[in-house]
């Protein structure tokens, strides 16, 4: 069973619940993870789309494309459950 849809839902109760303003630019990162990494597999985690946001920010040399990249990786850490303890 696919876990995109569970993904996405979770995401997007997290945008509400925060701020329901958020800047479309990190929505637009977001997104473009979720759909890059679909592409390549089955679903996305929220593991594949942190280690996707952060790849692109490495990469990217323009100030304002890194502070929503950043947003948006806060964004996304923020709305991940935290690993039980073992």
Not at 2 to 16: I, K
Not at 44 to 52: E, R
């Amino acid at each position: 069973m696919p876990q995109a849809p569970e993904v996405e839902t979770n995401l997007q109760a997290f945008f509400h619940q925060t701020d329901p303003n958020i800047v479309l630019s990190e929505t637009e990162w977001i997104d473009a993870a979720v759909l890059s990494i679909e592409s390549a597999r089955q679903h996305a985690t929220n593991k594949d789309i942190i280690l996707w946001l952060i790849a692109k920010l490495e990469t990217s040399h323009d100030a304002l494309q890194q502070d929503a990249l950043r947003n948006a990786l806060e964004i996304v850490v923020a709305g991940t459950p935290d690993d039980p303890e073992s």
